[in-house]
């Protein structure tokens, strides 16, 4: 059973607002991804990272930020929201044991108006 | 680089029909491929998965044989139910150590109608 929790699961904000969505996994994986998921399903991968102080930018340009101070915790951050960043955002993460297995989390819905 | 296309959807089958779902792709080497599935309101989960050529993935009645000569990866159960209904991803692991950048079909829509 895959343990990834996302916070919050729905969120409703107004453009200009700065949001911080969390991410964190209980598995010990050093490898850890944000997807944005569009209403016609596909996922772009817009963030990952191989372990503490390690980013980088995924496929899909994003105005978001992340970091990753902490093996379990990879918060996702949007300065200045804007209705184009509503979306879906998946976090998922993964080890090198499981021949590339993604443990995905619930997902966050924001919705920006 | 790699790729992986998967039929499109939305699928509506009655309760008790055969799925199949096609799922092809293109990759240098010898990815590992899977089946995820996403039910309403949830993240996704694996479903399936095979890392070798001619592995069968198996689980919940589903299965997906990796074929190399073919390049494909289809989903097949033999009778669905209504708890089915979900959408389904394609996705392939490139092969090798360090990173490994998972590939995502586009999705499949399953609708199973009793």
């Known amino acids: 059973e895959a343990d990834i929790y996302q916070t919050p699961r729905y969120l409703v904000i107004g453009t200009g607002k700065k949001i911080t969505l969390e991410c964190s996994q209980t598995m010990g994986h050093d490898k850890m991804y944000w997807y944005q998921q569009d209403p016609g399903m596909e996922l772009h991968l817009i963030h990952y990272?191989?372990?503490?102080?390690?980013?980088e930018k995924g496929d899909l340009s994003s105005e978001s930020t992340v970091s990753r101070i902490r093996t379990e915790h990879f918060p996702l951050t949007l300065e200045s929201a804007r209705p184009s960043h509503t979306s879906q955002y998946l976090c998922?993460?993964?080890?090198?044991?499981?021949?590339?297995?993604?443990?995905f989390g619930p997902g966050t819905r924001l919705l920006v108006l | 680089g790699n790729s992986v296309t998967q039929m499109e959807g939305p699928v509506t089958l009655s309760e008790e029909a055969f799925l199949t779902i096609n799922c092809t792709y293109t990759?240098?080497?010898?990815?590992?491929l899977f089946w995820y599935v996403q039910y309403p309101g949830e993240g996704l989960q694996l479903l399936l998965k095979?890392?070798?050529?001619?592995d069968k993935g198996s689980n919940k009645g589903f299965e997906a044989t990796y074929r190399k000569e073919t390049t494909s990866f289809h989903l097949e159960k033999g009778s669905v139910q209504v708890s089915d209904s979900a959408v389904y991803f394609c996705?392939?692991?490139?092969?090798?150590?360090?990173?490994?950048?998972?590939?995502f079909g586009t999705g499949t829509k399953l609708q199973v109608i009793p």
């Open positions: 095979a890392t070798k050529a001619d």
């Open positions: 998922a993460s993964s080890d090198d044991t499981k021949a590339g297995t993604q443990y």
């Open positions: 990272s191989y372990g503490v102080n390690s980013t």
């Open positions: 996705a392939l692991s490139g092969a090798g150590g360090g990173y490994q950048k998972v590939t």
């Open positions: 990759a240098t080497g010898y990815p590992s």
